[in-house]
């Protein structure tokens, strides 16, 4: 079986390879529509004309061939996870496609989520804070590379702190740590939690980074439930 996985490995390179073209060449082809969607979060404070500033003949060419590039990856991710998925299923039981599957949906569902608490909360309130402060002094014109590096940053890494009772559960799963180890760390939770926030916030100001050391402690505590759900006799007797 898994002889046949691998000569079938040609066509699942290929395949991650055309989900590749076809994402960069959809985001090349609505462009526009995306960097207004990734401008809105600004509400139209990046420059006196609403929209950012770009300072070198080619910055524009180049940012909008490094975002369709990036619109690929992301097209492509899904296909390479389902075709690495399938390379080893032929030696997984019922149990463990089961449990694969759904992790691979946990894992997208809390990224998406992560990314829209993002766009939706903390680039609206740190732009708002960054953007209004000092402008009886001086008139904002962002440059859109600065910007943009700033956006996505945001997008990805709040993606990826969302993953955070994934990775608990995961470790539960495997055994690694138990809920009980977990349940015994949370008091350093919340002063771990200001700190990664601290990080991951563009702004310095106390507010936005509350508002991501929040849901940091909120999916920390989904995750020590999580992990008790994944060893239920061991929560039963902890």
């Not at 097209?75 to 463990?96: D, S, T």
């Not at 690694?176 to 760390?185: A, D, E, G, L």
């Not at 989904?222 to 902890?238: D, H, K």
Request: hydrophobic content about 55%; some cysteine.
């Amino acid at each position: 079986m898994l002889e046949r996985s691998l000569s079938g490995g040609r066509g699942r390179v290929l395949s991650v390879f055309i989900a590749l073209g076809v994402g960069a060449g959809l985001t090349w082809y609505f462009r526009t529509d995306i960097f207004q969607w990734l401008f809105a979060p600004a509400a139209g404070q990046l420059s006196v004309t609403g929209k950012p500033i770009y300072t070198g003949p080619t910055e524009m060419f180049s940012l909008s061939v490094g975002l369709a590039m990036k619109g690929g990856i992301v097209a492509a991710c899904p296909i390479l996870a389902y075709n690495v998925y399938g390379l080893f299923r032929p030696l997984l039981n019922k149990q463990q496609k089961r449990t694969i599957i759904l992790f691979l949906w946990l894992i997208l569902f809390f990224y998406l989520a992560g990314t829209a608490f993002a766009y939706f909360v903390l680039l609206p309130a740190g732009l708002g804070f960054l953007l209004q402060f000092g402008t009886d002094i001086a008139t904002p014109m962002i440059r859109i590379t600065e910007y943009m590096d700033m956006a996505l940053a945001m997008l990805f890494w709040l993606g990826v702190v969302f993953e955070i009772p994934i990775i608990m559960l995961l470790l539960a799963k495997l055994r690694v740590v138990s809920h009980t180890r977990f349940r015994k760390v949370r008091r350093y939770v919340p002063i771990a939690a200001l700190i990664l926030s601290a990080i991951i916030t563009p702004t310095p100001d106390f507010v936005n980074q509350l508002l991501v050391a929040g849901p940091i402690w909120a999916l920390y505590e989904v995750g020590v439930f999580l992990a008790w759900m994944a060893r239920p006799r061991a929560a039963a007797n902890p």
